[in-house]
């Protein structure tokens, strides 16, 4: 079981390094964006198998602060992409 969750850390690891050259790399800011979302969600994964791997569920407050974070960076950015500004004020009222 532990040679699997340590091959597992490993595919994990080596995508990361695949991601962040996209994150540099990216040819489009869209790629970048989404290149992000994964790096974050390969690092809960990472964070989830060191949990399994410790046996202790001290990590599990540390994923969902991640999982959090990941989701509004993300949506932050493609708000930026989109319109140019991430927080819009409405000046109507």
Known sequence: MIYFIWTAIVIIALSM?????????????????????????????????????????????????????SFIGTIAFSKFIEKGDIITRDDSR
């Not at 790629?31 to 410790?54: E, K, M, N």
């Open 17 to 69: 390094v695949a991601l962040l050259y996209r994150v540099v790399k990216g040819p489009t800011p869209s790629d970048r964006v989404i290149a992000l979302d994964s790096l974050g969600i390969t690092l809960i994964c990472l964070v989830a198998l060191f949990t399994i791997l410790v046996e202790t569920s001290f990590f599990l407050e540390i994923i969902l602060l991640l999982a959090i974070l």
